[in-house]
T-cell receptor
Framework: KAGVTQTPRYLIKTRGQQVTLSCSPI?????VSWYQQTPGQGLQFLFE???????NKGNFPGRFSGRQFSNSRSEMNVSTLELGDSALYLC??????????????FGPGTRLTVL | SQKIEQNSEALNIQEGKTATLTCNYT??????LQWYRQDPGRGPVFLLL?????KEKRKERLKVTFDTTLKQSLFHITASQPADSATYLC?????????FGSGTRLLVRP
C-alpha cells in the first residue's frame, strides 16, 4: 500500500508570492490534516479535511487555506508569503476523522523556504 | 487551554541503556495518548497508542505508561541502539485534532 505523498518536496519562494502544496493520502483514507513545523513552534495544526469538508482549523491567518477533492487528495495554499512562513509542511492521512483514537500517517513533508 | 510539555533538552545515553522520555499535560483529560518518532527532515511515524484505562503498553523494546492522576506519560526504550536516535513526540486529542508536544531529541551513543 503506497504511503502518503507530498509534492513538491522542496520549494523556494520570495515574499509576497503564493504557493500551493499537494498531498495524496493513503488509498481509502478520507481524512487529511495539515501541519506546519518550525524549530521554534514545533508541530502546529493548520486544518483538517474529511470527505471534502473542513472539520477544524488551527490558529493561522486567513492567508492559509486548503481544500480537498473527491478523490481525497488535498491542497493547501499560502498567499502573500512572509519570511516566517518558512517551514516544513506536513500532511497526515487517516481512515477516520482526526481526534479519534486512530494513528496518523504522515507524508515526507514539503520544505518551504521564503526569501 | 490545553498544554503539553516534553523536555526540550536532548537526552544523551549510552547504547544498551534504557531511555525514558516524559510527556506532561495540563488542563486536560485525554481519552488516549500517542507517541511518534521523527527523523530529521521526515514526517513523524506512529509508534504506540495508550488509552486512559490502560496503565501500560508494550511493543518490542518500547513501553509506554499513562498516569491520568499525575497527567503524565512515560516512554521507555530498553536496550537502546544508535538507530533509536531521533526526536520523539507525544500527541493527545483535543477538539477534533491531535495536539503534539514539541518533542524530545534522543541521542544514543555507540
Amino acid at each position: 500500500k503506497a504511503g502518503v505523498t507530498q509534492t513538491p518536496r522542496y520549494l523556494i519562494k520570495t515574499r509576497g508570492q503564493q504557493v500551493t502544496l499537494s498531498c495524496s493520502p493513503i488509498s481509502g483514507h478520507r481524512s487529511v490534516s495539515w501541519y506546519q513545523q518550525t524549530p521554534g513552534q514545533g508541530l502546529q495544526f493548520l486544518f483538517e479535511y474529511f470527505s471534502e469538508t473542513q472539520r477544524n482549523k488551527g490558529n493561522f491567518p486567513g492567508r492559509f487555506s486548503g481544500r480537498q477533492f473527491s478523490n481525497s487528495r488535498s491542497e493547501m495554499n499560502v498567499s502573500t508569503l512572509e519570511l516566517g512562513d518558512s517551514a516544513l509542511y506536513l500532511c497526515a492521512s487517516s481512515s477516520i476523522p482526526s481526534g479519534g483514537d486512530n494513528e496518523q500517517f504522515f507524508g515526507p513533508g514539503t520544505r518551504l523556504t521564503v526569501l | 487551554s490545553q498544554k503539553i510539555e516534553q523536555n526540550s533538552e536532548a537526552l544523551n545515553i549510552q547504547e544498551g541503556k534504557t531511555a525514558t522520555l516524559t510527556c506532561n499535560y495540563t488542563n486536560y483529560s485525554p481519552a488516549y495518548l500517542q507517541w511518534y518518532r521523527q527523523d530529521p527532515g521526515r514526517g513523524p511515524v506512529f509508534l504506540l497508542l495508550i488509552r486512559e484505562n490502560e496503565k501500560e503498553k508494550r511493543k518490542e523494546r518500547l513501553k509506554v505508561t499513562f498516569d491520568t492522576t499525575l497527567k503524565q506519560s512515560l516512554f521507555h526504550i530498553t536496550a537502546s541502539q544508535p538507530a533509536d536516535s531521533a526526536t520523539y513526540l507525544c500527541a493527545l486529542p483535543g477538539g477534533y485534532k491531535l495536539i503534539f508536544g514539541s518533542g524530545t531529541r534522543l541521542l544514543v551513543r555507540p
